[in-house]
């Protein structure tokens, strides 16, 4: 993993498995926290990182070799834009699930595992963004904090 930052940005390149997307996500979590992200906002952002990460892993290369995720962080002092790339498989129809979250309306051990990522993602975000350009998917988070100055 290669961190470079300055003042505004952070950049950090890893390989897409479970392991370096993990320590991936951590790395972004502490740079940001370093950089002055309110820490109101630090859990939010954190949660949504980790779930549009673990996506590109799990999904963008299933079936296939996976390569590096590219993260891109730009924080200003009310807002929080973050790029995550990956060659991987486009999101089904070219554009980012509803985050309707999966039912809860069963017994305990039929709850699903999962299917609630998009709908956290679309929570905690202020707006979400997906492209697909040149076999790369760029997905673009924004996370406003203007009210908590």
Same mark, same amino acid.
């Given at each position: 993993?290669?961190?470079?930052?300055?003042?505004?940005?952070?950049?950090?390149?890893?390989?897409?498995?479970?392991?370096?997307?993990?320590?991936?996500?951590?790395?972004?979590?502490?740079?940001?926290?370093?950089?002055?992200?309110? =820490?109101?906002?630090?859990?939010?952002?954190?949660?949504? /990182?980790?779930?549009?990460?673990?996506?590109? =892993?799990? !999904?963008?290369?299933?079936?296939?070799?996976?390569?590096? =995720?590219? =993260?891109?962080?730009?924080?200003?002092?009310?807002? $929080?834009?973050? /790029?995550?790339?990956?060659?991987?498989?486009? $999101?089904?129809? /070219? !554009?980012?699930?509803?985050?309707?979250?999966?039912?809860?309306?069963?017994?305990?051990?039929?709850?699903?595992?999962?299917?609630?990522?998009?709908?956290?993602?679309?929570?905690?975000?202020?707006?979400?963004?997906?492209?697909?350009?040149?076999?790369?998917?760029?997905?673009? /988070?924004?996370?406003?904090?203007?009210?908590?100055?």
């Amino acid at each position: 993993m290669n961190p470079i930052s300055n003042k505004t940005c952070l950049e950090l390149s890893f390989p897409a498995t479970e392991t370096e997307a993990s320590a991936g996500i951590e790395q972004l979590s502490t740079g940001l926290s370093d950089q002055g992200l309110p =820490v109101k906002k630090s859990d939010e952002v954190k949660i949504a /990182l980790a779930e549009a990460i673990n996506n590109v =892993v799990e !999904h963008a290369y299933a079936g296939i070799a996976p390569a590096k =995720v590219q =993260v891109t962080c730009r924080l200003d002092r009310d807002r $929080l834009d973050i /790029l995550i790339s990956d060659t991987g498989n486009p $999101l089904p129809g /070219l !554009h980012p699930p509803d985050g309707a979250p999966a039912s809860v309306d069963t017994t305990l051990q039929d709850l699903p595992e999962g299917g609630f990522g998009w709908y956290l993602i679309h929570e905690l975000t202020s707006d979400i963004r997906y492209e697909r350009r040149k076999g790369c998917n760029r997905l673009s /988070l924004r996370f406003d904090f203007a009210e908590l100055s």
